[in-house]
């Protein structure tokens, strides 16, 4: 059987039909009511739909009668229903019903002034995107004003003035333009129409990039029927587009130049995206559980800043320290100034240095901030600007930088000068022996790129060898070379394919080795509720053959097992192979909380073991092998052998038993000669770090001197400098250095001898 509605649409005052108005018919059910059709009115303002009994009667419904019957009528773009007779149900319709329905004037016009508001506020959200690469395009020009005059909107000076190729649309007005087009209820047409204009406006430039591509992708797959789902994902999706390609290439060349100049910025692409407005789409940012979380592990018990900088001399020594030890012991380590903001990762720490002069026996103490641009920012501030690596960059402070270079992670001393390192920023210069901040050092302004936290300092000719990643834009790796004087020779850059977080590499006599590892770092990741740091093992696990003078044309890539290598113990040449060897985990999660996996509940947890590569340049074979089972970091050496073939190596031992925090326990002494190890206790309940191999002035044998490493007592609650000979690895310490307060756990230790800083 078939059913019939029918009606008239006509304007109160006049009596006029009113065309093209969208009229849809519906069965008021209990649960969901039934679309029984949609049509437009014709040009006197008529209209009619069929339907039949199964439009209305589902496999529940057959004995309920015909249709509870109401209309719709709605605006020709779908925007505002200007009547509806749903508060006048005629229940168990006739076949054939009929509606008279007078619109009045005054309701009318109120539709057509929203509609023109409506496509004005489109027209300017579509002008604001066109803009976010900072070019309005040609072929962008043309679609936006074969729309303006579409819309009726071609003698609007606001429009017109927006499409002046001299007014650029700064991201922040966009986004606010979003927000007023959408607004709290936005309904399917106003999402479709957007999806649609966006669809044009992205190909009328003949290209399509990938983050637009990816916006397409994403709302066109997007849960229409969840109103709060498509806008947020807009939003989200849309912020990333702010943060593009092009837009982050361009930040990343005016942090180069501030690097250079060594001066603030407080304009320009930095200010245009607010902070504020990024990080609500930062889920991550605000998981409290994983914030707890973070904080638990790195901001208690010996992770904890301390907040003395003090000086002290004529420490207490147990045993006794050689006549030969001359020079100073330095640690590296995070320190936060103030309470961290966002996820806090033990990374992120304002950089602190504490060093142990020895000179005739005796020792002394002293510990000091490094006094970075960020740093004083914020103490000026007295409050804490900046999140840490696993939070967006900031874009909108006036103070010319989106992340904090803490400095905190390691230091070098060459051709006179002692850098704080960290790999995502510019060294600063630290003044001996007071360990005051001289400033941030370029090289005489030729450093145009990061800085690697593991320089390597070539024992035979005195040049230091540097890399600089790049978590943006390409080039994604730079490689550099300074003079034994201290002079940058030369920076070229070398092709990966992705923003990898490449902590060390290694040299030998006649190359340089880079490690080219899948933990990327792709910051847009935020805008998806992800973290921004992310091991992928389904991409290639590399590891770069360069010559030392060469640049990316010489270079070979040789893939070994997937896996992360941190850190290199040493390299060198034997015929045709180069040998490598570094502490390796086949995954990693930069020792952030995962899900409890495996038995008893145990929380997966990053094991290292100390790994030979032999790369055969001849043939191309690469052959892996582990030294040992047991989980080390920090490997180390005598550094008067780096870049040569070596028969010790040094390690610290991962206490597995303390997951998930990496704690040290003790440290490994490998003969790589025999195969044999020995192992140096820390004792119950005391935890170290990396160490440092500290040479016996005029040695023959290479392990002629001592290993030098902080260690925290846990029981008695004080830190200690163990002093250990190296040729005696098992024995008790020579010496313990009995510091005057608490050392946190850190990062890198130096040695620093008293010939070689008074050679300069």
Known sequence: MSFKVSGRIYEAESGNGIPNLIIEAFDKDVVKNDKLGQVKTNIDGTFEITYSQADFQGKFEKFEGNADLYIVVKTPDMREILYSSENKIRSNAKNHEHFDVAIPKATLLANKERSSKD???????????????????????????????????????????????????????????????????????????????????????????????????????????????????????????????????????????????????????????????????????????????????????????????????????????????????????????????????????????????????????????????????????????????????????????????????????????????????????????????????????????????????????????????????????????????????????????????????????????????????????????QLPIKFEPQNPSRIGILPRNGDNRTIRWFEVSACMLYHVGNAWEEGDEVVLFATRTPDTYLFIPQEDKGEGGETEFEQFRLYRYRINLATGVVKEEALDDVATEFPRINDDFTGRKTRYMYASRQATYMRPRLLLDGLIKYDLETGSSQVHEFGRGRFGGDSAFAPRPGAAAEDDGWLLTMVWDAVAKQSELLVIDAQNFTSEPVARVIMPQRVPYGFHATWISSLAMATY
């Open 119 to 529: 496509n004005k506020q489109l027209l300017k959200l579509l002008i604001g995107i066109a803009w976010i690469d900072g070019v309005l395009e040609p072929g962008e020009q043309v679609f936006l004003q074969r729309m303006v005059n579409e819309k009726g909107l071609a003698d609007d000076p606001e429009i017109q003035s927006l499409l002046s190729v001299d007014k650029p649309v700064q991201p922040e007005e966009c986004y606010g333009w979003l927000q007023a087009y959408l607004g709290n209820n936005s309904s399917d047409k106003d999402f479709q129409e957007l999806y649609e204009a966006l669809n044009s406006l992205m190909y009328s430039d003949g290209a399509l990039d990938s983050q637009e591509k990816e916006l397409l992708a994403e709302l066109a797959t997007t849960d229409v029927a969840n109103a709060q789902s498509r806008q947020l994902t807009l939003q989200r999706r849309f912020m990333s587009m702010m943060l593009d390609s092009k837009f982050l290439a361009n930040v990343l060349q005016m942090e180069r130049s501030s690097i250079v100049s060594q001066t603030a910025m407080g304009t320009g692409y930095y200010a245009r995206v607010p902070y504020q407005i990024i990080s609500r789409f930062s889920t991550t940012a605000s998981t409290k559980i994983l914030a707890d979380d973070m904080a638990k592990l790195y901001l208690t018990d010996n992770f904890a800043p301390v907040n003395k900088q003090i000086t002290a001399d004529n420490l207490t020594v147990e045993g006794e320290l050689p006549k030969e030890l001359e020079g100073m012991f330095l640690r590296n380590g995070p320190n936060p100034q103030f309470k961290p903001i966002g996820l806090h990762h033990w990374l992120d720490g304002d950089g602190m240095l504490h060093s142990v002069e020895i000179s005739n026996g005796k020792a002394k103490y002293r510990n000091r901030y490094i006094r970075t641009d960020g740093f004083k920012v914020e103490q000026t501030q007295g409050k804490a600007i900046w999140p840490g690596l696993l939070n967006l960059p900031r874009f909108d402070t006036p103070y010319g930088l989106m992340m904090k270079n803490t400095a905190n992670t390691s230091c070098v001393f060459h051709a006179g000068k002692l850098l704080a390192l960290w790999e995502a920023g510019a060294p600063y210069e630290i003044q001996l022996p007071d360990l005051e901040t001289v400033g941030v050092y370029t090289f005489n302004n030729k450093l145009a790129s990061t800085f690697t936290a593991h320089p390597k300092v070539d024992p035979v000719t005195g040049e230091m060898i540097v890399f600089g990643f790049a978590p943006i834009a390409p080039p994604y790796l730079e490689y550099s070379v300074v003079s034994k004087e201290g002079e940058l020779k030369r920076t070229v850059p070398i092709d990966i394919p992705a923003p990898v977080m490449m902590h060390d590499f290694a040299i030998t006599e006649h190359y340089t080795i880079f490690l080219d590892m899948p933990l990327t770092f792709k910051p847009m990741r935020i805008m998806q509720g």
